[in-house]
């Protein structure tokens, strides 16, 4: 039986080093992929997301397991990124840097066509360039709901945000999301 | 595949449109040591912060224990003596002007005590006091004649006219 977060946390805070790896793995993939989304390399997204998981582990004590691990996670992975955004100023990355800095290409099906395949590639990498120039405000609540299936009301504990103000930051996101994409010459 | 209508009036649509349009984005998995590298990271920063709160409870007991009898034989540094005077004056000063104000009240009193007890010790105060209580006496005395006189003339019976 796979054990909750909970009780990983519980052993992991009586000293139990493999139950705190078992949580990392959980969420590893998950953490370096927002982080990704949110700053411009890959390193520096590994990096973030390793930090996030160090001052999970020093702050464990103050976890409340009558809350979801995830949400936890998140607002503490949440602030380690605002944290290092706000010491480096950081530019909008190009494609070709992004596929540069190691990005694989989008997933695609293998029952697909290899031109629709082509084209799921292209659409993938064309977002990955408009999120990284909308606003963070709108970012992080776009991918914390499309890209991580949250809703709303964990989107807004996470970035201690009212409901109303998550709801508004994701229009106008999903709006100047469509907007760069329709500029880029993709139709709806 | 197109792009999402942001706008549409359909909600749900919207939703979906744009969670089909997340799952381009390509995944960005975390490289072969990242989970490793995380755990020991934590365990060594934990460890080392466990090592540092020690040695600083040590060190602070360590002054505490040595630091006040050191402080007590070798002299306080200047710097301590003044903070220490500027604490104390500040905080002593309402004690000063009320021990003023007693030792004040004490002052009058003993002056008073002394010029009344001077007065008594010479000796023309002696006389004086010794003539006054003898006056006195004989004034007491008259009156206690004068009065028993004037029961006896009173307990001599009914006036007869």
Known sequence: MTPSDAELVRLALAGSQEAFRTLVSRYASAAVNVAARLVRDRALAEDIAQEAFVRAFARLKTYDQERKFSSWFFQVLHNVSVDHLRRRRLETASLDTLQADGYPGPPTDPAASPEAAAERTALGSALTTALLRIRLAYREPLILKYQQGLGVEEIAEILNLPQGTVKTYLHRGRKELADILAAAGWKP | ?161
Do not use: K
């Open chain 2, 1 to 161: 595949m197109g792009i999402p209508q942001w706008n549409e009036e359909d909600d749900a649509a919207v939703e979906a449109a744009f969670s089909r349009l997340f799952s381009t984005l390509p995944a960005v998995e975390p490289s072969a040591g990242f989970v490793q590298n995380a755990v020991e990271t934590a365990w060594d920063r934990s460890a080392r912060r466990q090592r540092w709160l020690h040695w600083a409870a040590a060190a602070a007991a360590l002054v505490v224990v040595s630091g006040a009898p050191a402080v007590v034989m070798l002299g306080a540094p200047a710097w301590v003596v003044l903070t220490a005077a500027q604490v104390g004056a500040g905080a002593v000063m309402s004690l000063i002007w009320s021990a003023t104000a007693v030792a004040e009240l004490w002052g009058l009193m003993v002056s008073a005590g002394s010029a009344a007890a001077r007065v008594a010790v010479m000796p023309q105060s002696v006389a004086a006091l010794v003539a006054t209580e003898l006056l006195g006496a004989a004034a007491l005395y008259s009156l206690h004649r004068l009065l028993r006189d004037d029961v006896r003339f009173r307990s001599s019976g009914p006036l007869c006219f």
